[in-house]
Nanobody, 124 residues
Framework: QGQLVESGGRLVQAGDSLRLSCAAP????????MAWFRQAPGKEREFVAA????????YNDDSVKGRFTISKDDPKSTVYLQMNSLKADDTAVYYC?????????????????WGQGTQVTVSS
């Protein structure tokens, strides 16, 4: 599948918005389920959102639904995570990942290809 490269993470204040990007090898977003996970210090990696090859999205309802939106641009082979109304609890390293279509989208173990991550810090 090749390398996934995240960008866009930075220090923001609570209530701010931020958009993360994940650049993937050509055609990756057309053929794979793409997802965002996050990992805070001392915690397990957590599912945030995923988008299927046909554009169906799913979210971690408990923590981000209604505030975060996942989208993709197939010609650019890029996946985005628009994050609004950020909270201190959203502070984490955010990872982009790719999985085979049909594998459970919310499970870490479904994803064999991961980016290096981008740090998002929300100051309260």
């Amino acid at each position: 599948q090749g390398q996934l490269v995240e960008s866009g993470g930075r220090l923001v204040q609570a209530g701010d918005s931020l958009r993360l990007s994940c650049a993937a090898p050509r055609r990756t977003t057309m053929w794979y389920t793409m997802a965002w996970f996050r990992q805070a210090p001392g915690k397990e990696r957590e599912f945030v959102a995923a988008i299927s090859r046909i554009g169906t999205s799913t979210y971690n309802d408990d923590s981000v639904k209604g505030r975060f939106t996942i989208s993709k641009d197939d010609p650019k082979s890029t996946v985005y995570l628009q994050m609004n109304s950020l909270k201190a609890d959203d502070t984490a390293v955010y990872y982009c990942a790719a999985a085979q279509p049909g594998d459970p989208a919310k499970m870490v173990t479904s994803y064999a290809n991961w980016g290096q991550g981008t740090q998002v810090t929300v100051s309260s």
